[in-house]
């Protein structure tokens, strides 16, 4: 194990590490990207009208990554909502369709400005 693996996983805890430990190479390289991302975006959720209830963030794709694979990492197409909203978002609009929603659409427009 090298030097910056073993620096990575002495920050995170128990539950986080045997989860990290887990993964393929690609895995982690997917996970790194979005944790950066999360914490470029200073772990704040970007729901307009969060409570933040919940302390677990979520890096949510705007376009789903199933029918839109080639943005799964791509900053322009994330966003950061606490886990709360997420469940919110899914609920509301659900899974399928979701770049074909102009309501859904036009409230991922806001958040990206928030």
Same mark, same amino acid.
Do not use: A, W
């Given at each position: *194990?090298?030097?910056?693996?073993?620096?990575?996983?002495?920050?995170?805890? $128990?539950?986080?590490?045997?989860m990290?430990?887990? *993964?393929?190479?690609?895995?982690?390289?997917? +996970?790194?990207?979005? +944790?950066?991302?999360k914490? $470029?975006?200073?772990?704040? %959720?970007?729901?307009?009208? !969060?409570?933040?209830?919940?302390?677990? $963030?979520?890096?949510?794709?705007?376009?789903?990554?199933?029918?839109?694979?080639?943005?799964?990492?791509?900053?322009?197409?994330?966003?950061?909502? !606490?886990?709360? %909203?997420?469940?919110?978002?899914?609920?509301?609009?659900? +899974?399928?369709?979701?770049?074909?929603?102009?309501?859904y659409?036009?409230? *991922?427009?806001?958040?990206?400005?928030?």
């Amino acid at each position: *194990m090298g030097k910056q693996l073993q620096k990575k996983l002495s920050k995170m805890s $128990k539950k986080r590490k045997k989860m990290y430990l887990s *993964m393929s190479k690609g895995e982690r390289e997917t +996970y790194d990207i979005l +944790y950066k991302f999360k914490s $470029k975006n200073q772990f704040k %959720c970007k729901h307009t009208e !969060c409570l933040n209830k919940s302390k677990i $963030k979520d890096v949510h794709h705007i376009l789903p990554r199933n029918s839109h694979p080639q943005l799964l990492l791509d900053y322009n197409n994330l966003i950061v909502l !606490c886990r709360d %909203c997420h469940k919110s978002i899914h609920s509301q609009f659900g +899974y399928k369709n979701l770049s074909e929603n102009n309501e859904y659409l036009k409230l *991922m427009q806001i958040f990206q400005k928030n």
